[in-house]
T-cell receptor, first 110, second 113 residues
Framework: DAKTTQPTSMDCAEGRAANLPCNHS???????VYWYRQIHSQGPQYIIH???NNETNEMASLIITEDRKSSTLILPHATLRDTAVYYC???????????FGAGTRLFVKA | DTAVSQTPKYLVTQMGNDKSIKCEQN?????MYWYKQDSKKFLKIMFS???????INETVPNRFSPKSPDKAHLNLHINSLELGDSAVYFC????????????FGPGTRLTVT
């Protein structure tokens, strides 16, 4: 699985968009980008995933650059309940060795 | 209606003891997993079962033994507990093996003294 790099922490004002970046410069052609989050004292929660195209669901949007070396998770209208650690993971569907790294701690402030 | 449940939520025990953590999912999923989250918050997979058969067995001490009595349950038994076993253990499930969309339980915080 390709290595990812994320900022340690970020702040966001409530109601504003939260843009969380992730670098994955060694990503290979069959590897997907996945995002999970973990709210304090809870289990991880799947958010979204993508391969090449931008993706959107009820929780978030995922923007993947054309060279696929980086991506951005967008929470369009952050709420206090979105305060969590967000993990960017790159893996292919054939293998399975999901290791959640340090992630980005997002603080949404009122 | 809890999708993935674990018991107990907290477990404090002494070194050398044997303990079990139970996991149940009511999602009808075929695959279940055990993860360990250490003090630095790194989450690593330990085991995975699909239809009661072991499909992933990462490098963990053989003191850890998973048991899947049926598709809805995956229990984790730990023998001769050590201080380094202190962590939060998460159970998860997915519809199919190695799926990206996994549903996690609330975790069991194990403290070995």
């Amino acid at each position: 699985d390709a290595k990812t790099t994320q900022p340690t922490s970020m702040d966001c004002a409530e109601g504003r968009a939260a843009n969380l970046p992730c670098n994955h410069s060694t990503i290979s052609g069959n590897e997907y980008v996945y995002w999970y989050r973990q709210i304090h004292s809870q289990g991880p929660q799947y958010i979204i995933h993508g391969l090449k195209n931008n993706e959107t669901n009820e929780m978030a949007s995922l923007i993947i650059t054309e060279d696929r070396k980086s991506s951005t998770l967008i929470l369009p209208h952050a709420t206090l309940r979105d305060t969590a650690v967000y993990y960017c993971i790159v893996r292919n569907t054939g293998g399975f060795k999901t290791i959640f790294g340090a992630g980005t701690r997002l603080f949404v402030k009122a | 209606d809890t999708a993935v449940s674990q018991t107990p939520k907290y477990l404090v025990t002494q070194m050398g003891n044997d303990k079990s953590i139970k996991c149940e999912q009511n999602l009808g999923h075929d695959t279940m997993y055990w993860y360990k989250q250490d003090s630095k918050k790194f989450l690593k997979i330990m085991f995975s079962y699909n239809n009661k058969e072991l499909i992933i067995n990462e490098t963990v001490p053989n003191r850890f033994s998973p048991k899947s009595p049926d598709k809805a349950h995956l229990n984790l038994h730990i023998n001769s507990l050590e201080l380094g076993d202190s962590a939060v253990y998460f159970c998860a499930s997915s519809q199919v093996p190695v799926s990206y969309e996994q549903y996690f339980g609330p975790g069991t915080r194990l403290t070995v003294t």
